[in-house]
């Protein structure tokens, strides 16, 4: 996704990826991202770009950057896994680079920035 999505209604991943560039951004609405329950599909949000809320569920995962980039999350960050016997929580994926001019704290990878969690 490139450019601002003006929605003010949820976002709502349940399969496939979202991928919001380093141009883009979800300002005004929480962005949920889980799996379909009737196909167990898992769902991913990545990128460099900025979203409001970001709300995991069972199974998602947040892949922060773009090899390498930082992810920004300006309301909170919300992770939600299972308490069931074969847990398949919530997770966070990441690229480990060593490039030049590579974003990121320590500029050696993926980030993520929150304003809250």
């Known amino acids: 996704m ?4 003006e ?3 949820d976002t709502k991943v349940k399969e496939g990826t979202l991928e919001v560039t380093k141009t ?12 379909d329950e009737k196909t167990k599909a898992k769902a991913v949000i990545k ?4 979203v409001k ?3 995991l569920k069972k199974g998602a995962k947040i892949k922060p950057g773009g090899s390498p ?3 920004t999350v300006t309301g909170d960050m919300i992770w939600e896994g299972d308490t069931d016997p074969d847990p398949d929580p919530s997770s966070y ?3 480990i680079n060593d490039a030049m001019g590579a974003e990121g704290p320590t500029r050696a ?3 993520l920035t929150c304003k809250a969690l």
């Open 69 to 71: 980039g930082t992810f």
């Open 93 to 95: 994926q990441w690229d």
């Open 2 to 5: 490139e450019g601002k999505c």
């Open 109 to 111: 990878g993926d980030s």
């Open 24 to 35: 883009g951004s979800i300002p005004n609405s929480k962005t949920e991202v889980g799996r």
């Open 7 to 9: 929605c003010t209604m």
């Open 53 to 55: 809320q970001v709300q």
């Open 47 to 50: 990128g460099k770009g900025t």
